[in-house]
């Protein structure tokens, strides 16, 4: 989680070298519930594994204690990112929108696999994401 949030931090540095007036808006990160499912791109010319699974399985970690234990560590960054975005040094730099919750974890309307929504499931996470950058910047359109 250190590694992560220190990452942000310097992509803010980064920001505050480069594009000073710009806003960086972030995400919370919506609750995956682990599956055998991989994922296929581009028609299924590009097929991969599961992303974590298979580390919950190699660490003999009971089948329902999977999604508690994501629920954890995403719900952990969340508080994370917030806490560095309400730092009065970022303050207008980083703008996390929390996004837990609006998907349902593993259900198929919501997730194409195991971390990639589905296309009406990106939808409803970039809503609120593009209602953030759309306060920001109202001469962008509407969102469809």
Do not use: C
Not at 42 to 49: A, E, P, R, S, V
Not at 82 to 111: C, F, M, Y
């Amino acid at each position: 989680m250190d590694a992560i949030i220190l990452a942000f931090d310097q992509l803010i540095d980064l920001r505050d070298e480069y594009n000073p007036q710009a806003t960086i808006i972030t995400h919370t990160y919506d609750i995956a519930k682990p599956s055998e499912d991989g994922a296929e791109f581009f028609w299924g010319l590009i097929k991969t594994k599961p992303w974590i699974y298979p580390y919950l399985l190699e660490k003999n970690i009971p089948l329902e204690l999977h999604l508690p234990i994501v629920e954890i560590l995403l719900g952990t960054l969340k508080t994370r990112l917030q806490a560095l975005a309400s730092q009065p040094e970022h303050l207008n730099k980083l703008i996390v929108v929390d996004t837990q919750g609006i998907l349902r974890p593993g259900n198929k309307s919501d997730w194409l696999n195991e971390i990639h929504p589905t296309e009406s499931g990106f939808k409803k996470i970039a809503k609120p994401i593009y209602a953030q950058m759309k306060s920001l910047l109202p001469e962008l359109p509407t969102f469809k």
